[in-house]
């Protein structure tokens, strides 16, 4: 029988992290998108909801949380042997935080439709943002 010892290498350098986290971003940016124009397209009148009006807002407002995200696992893969738990509780966590405005504030032409596609952009940009960048994670560190 033939044993095979594989080290794991759990740090990842600084240009490791920024590539893994532009592809986050890229990525979780043009699901978000694709989600948004479909949804607009599929009900028009959801794109006088403010959060809804503009592409450029909602690729920025992915994008961030893209970048906090990655710099977030980061920071936990320094202090702990396993971060992803810690990481996918936290981004549990912040991802119920995220809709509830979307319900709550009082925006003009805020509707119940227009509020749950906002939260499932939420979702969407999440999905993507954490399977990236654990995948990405354990891919490169063969954790």
Known sequence: MTTVNRQTNTQLDQSHWVRLGAVTAVASVMAVLIVQVVAITIWPDIALFKP????????????????????????????????????????????????????LLPVEYKTFLASTVTAFLHVVAAAVIVSVLVIGYRQQTGA
């Not at 807002?57 to 810690?86: G, N, S, Y």
Request: net charge positive; hydrophobic share 65%; aromatic share 10%.
């Open 52 to 103: 809804l009006d503009n592409y450029a807002r909602a690729a920025v407002f992915t994008a961030i949380p893209a970048i906090a995200a990655t710099a977030l696992l980061a920071w936990l893969a320094r202090r702990q042997a396993d971060p992803v738990p810690a990481f996918l509780k936290i981004s549990a966590v912040m991802l119920v935080i995220s809709i509830i405005p979307d319900y």
